[in-house]
């Protein structure tokens, strides 16, 4: 598979950098995909997945890298977009001396790239990582690090779901609106207390019974439903997806009565299309990337030294970014998933330009 985009590709540039590594004795193999640092170093999560063949894992972080440029750029932050895969079964291959190899690896781009947490990986390998570099996020606050990243995300997400009520009914409060969430997991658990806090009723699923009894316990009020399909049909007026990717495809989007979309979960889009079919529904979708950043934002505050309110400041102005892109959606007449990308090349150009300008 090529890395390289073709001198005559009118695209977006293309990555920067991609990085093999390998440790034979401790069974590392890694790719580390640096897509722009035009904004600053590249930030992303490592992925630890048994990927079928090394063409599925580079073509993965390929994918994700790009992903978090964007991001990154949307989210305000001073960073630019990569990603990290190591290819094994973490339940396998996971060892003190690979995590450390890894780590090395990633000291060795001398602070391009910092890693985080992501599939497979958490605090606490974090933690080992940052044993062997300085160039690691999503550490244990006992290591000075963020900890738990879905407090914030979900702090971003409510933002960006209060924006997008604003744009469809005039008002951001969620008082007396019925909101679906998919996914009672860590995020949509504080989720689900933003929005029983701010009034709004609130309907869910999971297929872990143990989600749903956290909610019988802490929210009784919460309406349970069977499965995504009964979310997705019940009379909603927002449906938050916090699972898997791909909540909103040729499947549920024309069965769905909510009229925003506003959720945690990666990859929201099944494929391209979607959104396209979602504004001729009349549905609002605002983009999974701009409002389930509060993650990144969390786990960047590290580099500073983290603050949890300086933190948290920043992820409630995902509330102004969605707002922004939503209006320029109806200026430019098009999806708000396209207006967030044009957005975020439009800062990775404008601010990334300025390192033109000699410094002396
Ligand atoms: N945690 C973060 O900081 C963060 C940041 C950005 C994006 N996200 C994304 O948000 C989503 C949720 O993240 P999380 O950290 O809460 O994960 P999690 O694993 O804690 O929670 C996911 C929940 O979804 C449930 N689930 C799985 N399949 C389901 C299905 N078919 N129907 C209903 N429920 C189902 C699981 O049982 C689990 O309770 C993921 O897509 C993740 O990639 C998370």
């Known amino acids: 598979m090529g890395v390289f985009v073709s001198t005559d590709d009118p695209g977006p540039a293309g990555h920067e950098q991609v990085a093999f590594c390998q440790d034979r004795q401790s069974g590392l193999k890694a790719i580390i995909g640096i897509y722009s640092t035009a904004l600053g170093p590249a930030l992303g999560g490592t992925r630890f997945y048994p990927y079928a063949s090394e063409e599925a894992a580079l073509a993965d972080v390929l994918d994700l890298s790009r992903g978090m440029a964007y991001k990154n750029a949307l989210a305000g932050l001073?960073?630019?977009?990569?990603?990290?895969?190591?290819?094994?079964?973490?339940?396998?291959?996971?060892?003190?001396?690979l995590l450390r190899a890894y780590g090395r690896f990633v000291q060795s781009l001398g602070g391009r790239y910092y890693t985080a947490c992501d599939?497979?990986?958490?605090?606490?390998?974090?933690?080992?990582?940052?044993?062997?570099?300085?160039?690691?996020?999503?550490?244990?606050?006992?290591?000075?690090?963020?900890?738990?990243?879905?407090?914030?995300?979900?702090?971003?997400?409510?933002?960006?779901?209060?924006?997008?009520?604003e744009h469809v009914w005039g008002s951001p409060g969620l008082r007396g609106r019925r909101v679906g969430v998919a996914g009672l997991g860590k995020v949509g658990r504080h989720l689900t207390g933003h929005l029983v806090d701010d009034g709004a009723e609130v309907v869910a699923?999971?297929?872990?019974?143990?989600?749903?009894?956290?909610?019988?316990?802490?929210?009784?009020?919460?309406?349970?439903?069977?499965?995504?399909?009964?979310?997705?049909?019940?009379?909603?007026?927002?449906?938050?997806?916090?699972?898997?990717?791909?909540?909103?495809?040729?499947?549920?989007?024309?069965?769905?009565?909510?009229r925003v979309v506003a959720g945690a979960a990666n990859n929201q889009l099944a494929h391209p299309g979607i959104e396209k079919l979602l504004a001729d529904r009349g549905i609002l979708y605002a983009p999974d990337y701009v409002v389930n950043a509060g993650g990144v934002i969390q786990v960047a505050d590290e580099i500073e030294g983290f603050n949890f309110d300086r933190a948290k400041l920043r992820a409630t102005r995902i509330f102004d970014t969605t707002r922004q892109i939503l209006r320029l959606a109806d200026e430019e007449g098009v999806p708000p998933a396209v207006a967030a990308d044009r957005l975020a090349e439009r800062r990775m150009a404008d601010v990334g330009r300025l390192r033109a300008i000699h410094l002396g």
């Open 78 to 97: 001073d960073l630019g977009g990569g990603k990290a895969v190591i290819w094994g079964d973490p339940d396998q291959v996971k060892s003190e001396a």
């Open 119 to 165: 599939v497979g990986t958490y605090v606490a390998d974090m933690d080992v990582i940052a044993r062997e570099t300085r160039y690691v996020t999503g550490r244990s606050v006992e290591h000075g690090g963020a900890g738990d990243s879905s407090v914030l995300t979900a702090w971003g997400v409510f933002q960006g779901m209060r924006a997008a009520a």
């Open 205 to 258: 699923t999971d297929v872990d019974p143990r989600a749903l009894e956290w909610a019988r316990t802490n929210h009784p009020g919460v309406a349970l439903v069977a499965d995504t399909a009964a979310l997705v049909a019940a009379d909603i007026d927002v449906y938050a997806p916090c699972a898997l990717g791909g909540a909103l495809n040729d499947d549920t989007v024309p069965a769905l009565r909510a």
